[in-house]
């Protein structure tokens, strides 16, 4: 049980390009950093329920970034392409499967704010250019370290897309029956049984299209019904800005 719990409480999840999970590992070990989620990594036993793309630490901008965008829209486009970068060149499914994900939030975040827009709320946050920033967080990448029984990296268990909703971390692969190294398969088995945060999925490869592929995002909606009802009635949606103070002032309010 012991083992267990400390396996369970020291898990990250990287994502992004990371050839080197291992030294990633090692340094998450030793950071002084103390946030849930960085740019590198999520510390999954510190990780809020839901990480959507206008949380904290995937990519914070600073106020004196801020003076290159004139909308909201301009930020976003801003995030897409800061996701996009963490999307390896050649990996074309994943691109794709990005591509089609957050067109689907933009389009989708027009529908919530007809559907909701009899609620009460703050004109400023109730338009589709801010709904969209409620939208979870697509995780390129995501790879998730394990070790043995004395503590020592062994390897990481990769896939190609992550979110995380409800407290639980989706992992994706795109398969379409490609062979699975037996490595690879064992490492992903080990990680089932040291934890039961993870729900993982095989899907198609998403297909080249200018802006979605209909069928790859029909089959995530069917795995994560959440992801297309990503309002939240009780939060305002925040964009990618967090000016130094704003939680002593959100303390004050509350």
């Known amino acids: 049980t012991v083992g267990f719990m400390s396996a369970e409480k020291s898990l990250i999840l990287i994502y992004g390009i990371c050839e080197t999970p291992n030294i990633l590992w090692d340094a998450s070990k030793v950071s002084t950093d103390t946030r849930a989620v960085n740019r590198q990594y999520i510390r999954l036993s ?87 920033f409620s939208a979870f967080l697509p995780l390129p990448h995501p790879k998730i370290p394990l070790t043995d029984e004395a503590g020592k990296f062994i390897g990481a268990a990769s896939f190609d897309l992550g979110f995380h909703i409800g407290g639980k971390t989706h992992l994706i692969s795109f398969s379409d029956g490609q062979f699975l190294r037996k490595s690879e398969r064992e490492l992903r088995q080990k990680l089932l049984k040291e934890s039961d945060r993870f729900i993982l999925t095989e899907l198609s490869k998403p297909n080249d299209t200018i802006n979605m592929d209909e069928n790859f995002l029909s089959g995530l909606l069917s795995i994560i019904p959440k992801i297309a009802d990503f309002r939240d009635e009780h939060d305002l949606p925040h964009g990618l800005y967090y000016p130094a103070g704003l939680n002593k002032l959100n303390e004050i309010l509350e």
């Not at 206008?54 to 004196?64: A, E, I, N, V, Y």
């Not at 909308?71 to 999307?87: C, P, R, V």
């Not at 990996?91 to 919530?112: C, D, G, M, Q, W």
Request: aromatic share 10%; hydrophobic share 40%; charged share 25%.
């Open 46 to 132: 510190q990780a809020p329920t839901d990480i959507r793309i206008g949380d904290r630490g995937w990519l914070d901008l600073m106020p004196d970034q801020l003076l290159q965008f004139e909308t909201n829209e301009d930020i976003f486009i801003f995030a897409k392409e800061a996701l996009l970068s963490k999307a390896h060149p050649f990996s074309k499914p994943l691109r794709n499967a990005l591509i089609s994900y957050l067109t689907f939030v933009e389009h989708r975040s027009i529908e919530l704010q007809k559907i909701k827009k009899n609620t009460p709320s703050d004109a400023l946050f109730c338009s589709p250019e801010q709904i969209c």
